[in-house]
């Protein structure tokens, strides 16, 4: 049985586990104030163009959001989103746990447009209802889409006329930089949203995500924030060396090259053989729609996840590659698809 259920199914870069090992016996000062994370802060910052930009690092994605949110909303905000935003469907309420409302927005391609955002503030007009400061947007998004550079100039704009901080969720970010239809760079992102993460537990890293904070109104006593959520890793430089090396010789880029190609090799045989896709995914994370007879087939040898029921005898699923998923297992699912 081969997993196409998700991109974190495997450890991480033997790369990455190298040079865990040869700092395992050097002694280190906690809590991120080690030399591995400034190290690693020092790459990013060079590789976004911001020395000004704050870098935290946090073991996970919810954990994240759910830091950044809160610190960024007053008990009365709210947080605007897509309908299928992580932190609307895939965090078991953690953000209302905080007494903060996610405004989600129907979006069928699952990427919110200014006409979104002035659509929700429509809506919220008076202090009888919550009043909305920040929008949340995942890129590559949780169905596999992506933004533009001018869709993302778009949303950056609306957010700076409405007073709105704009954060940009990137736990799939190396698969949306490395698209084939990208336009976009980390400097890009850098200068148009005004929070954003680098996603390392899906990209080839052991677990870990790095938070950059470009807003100077969002930087104060952050690491308070991090402390009282339960979030600041007394061993922290198990989450510098990871960073440091997936920001040393490209390694972060070519690893989520890897996962885009192995998706490529999919979505062309899927193409091949007549079907059709739930979404418009040029990254990681595809969703063919397949007969439930074709379903019961590859469920035999492949795990994968359901998405939606289309209609009586159709379901969309969902097909994750990673940094480590290989050629062959793309090219058997291929041929197994093609027999039935």
């Known amino acids: 049985m081969y997993s196409f259920n998700n991109d974190y199914s495997e450890g991480a870069h033997p790369k990455i586990l190298e040079a865990m090992i040869n700092a395992n016996l050097i002694q280190k000062t906690g809590y991120g104030l080690?030399?591995?994370?400034?190290?690693?802060?020092?790459?990013?910052?060079?590789e976004i163009g911001r020395e000004d930009a704050?870098?935290?690092?946090?073991?996970?994605?919810?954990?994240?959001?759910?830091?950044?949110?809160?610190t960024a909303l007053r008990p009365w905000q709210a947080v605007i989103s897509t309908d299928k935003g992580h932190i609307n469907v895939h965090e078991t309420g953690a953000i209302e746990a905080t007494g903060h409302k996610v405004i989600a927005m129907p979006c069928k391609d699952g990427k919110l447009t200014p006409a979104h955002i002035q659509k929700a503030l429509d809506l919220h007009t008076d202090e009888h209802m919550v009043q909305p400061k920040m929008v949340y947007i995942s890129n590559s998004t949780e169905?596999?889409?992506?933004?533009?550079?001018?869709?993302l100039e778009a949303l950056h704009h609306i957010c700076r006329q409405k007073g709105l901080y704009l954060f940009l969720d990137g736990a799939r970010m190396g698969a949306a930089l490395t698209s084939s239809v990208n336009d976009l760079t980390l400097q890009d992102i850098a200068r148009l949203t005004d929070v954003f993460y680098i996603g390392g537990t899906k990209g080839g890293a052991l677990f870990g995500e790095a938070?950059?904070?470009?807003?100077?109104?969002?930087?104060?006593?952050?690491?308070?924030?991090?402390?009282?959520?339960?979030?600041?890793?007394?061993?922290?430089?198990?989450?510098g060396i990871q960073f440091e090396e997936l920001f040393s010789n490209n390694l972060f880029h070519d690893l989520a090259s890897h996962s885009n190609e192995m998706a490529a090799i999919l979505r062309?045989?899927?193409?091949?053989?007549?079907?059709?896709?739930?979404?418009?995914?040029?990254?990681?994370?595809?969703?063919?729609?397949?007969?439930?007879?074709?379903?019961?087939?590859?469920?035999?040898?492949?795990?994968f996840s359901v998405q939606e029921r289309i209609d009586d005898s159709h379901t969309a699923i969902r097909l994750v590659t990673s940094w480590a998923t290989s050629e062959e297992a793309c090219r058997r699912f291929v041929s197994l698809l093609e027999t039935c």
């Open 54 to 70: 704050d870098v935290h690092f946090i073991v996970g994605g919810t954990q994240t959001n759910l830091i950044t949110i809160g």
């Open 268 to 303: 062309k045989g899927i193409e091949k053989c007549g079907y059709s896709f739930y979404s418009d995914s040029m990254t990681n994370q595809l969703f063919p729609i397949f007969p439930d007879q074709v379903i019961a087939k590859l469920e035999k040898d492949f795990l």
């Open 143 to 151: 169905i596999g889409t992506q933004y533009s550079k001018a869709e």
């Open 211 to 239: 938070l950059v904070i470009c807003h100077q109104d969002l930087k104060p006593d952050f690491r308070f924030m991090v402390k009282q959520r339960g979030a600041m890793l007394a061993k922290g430089w198990l989450l």
């Open 34 to 46: 080690d030399d591995n994370c400034a190290g690693a802060r020092a790459l990013i910052r060079q």
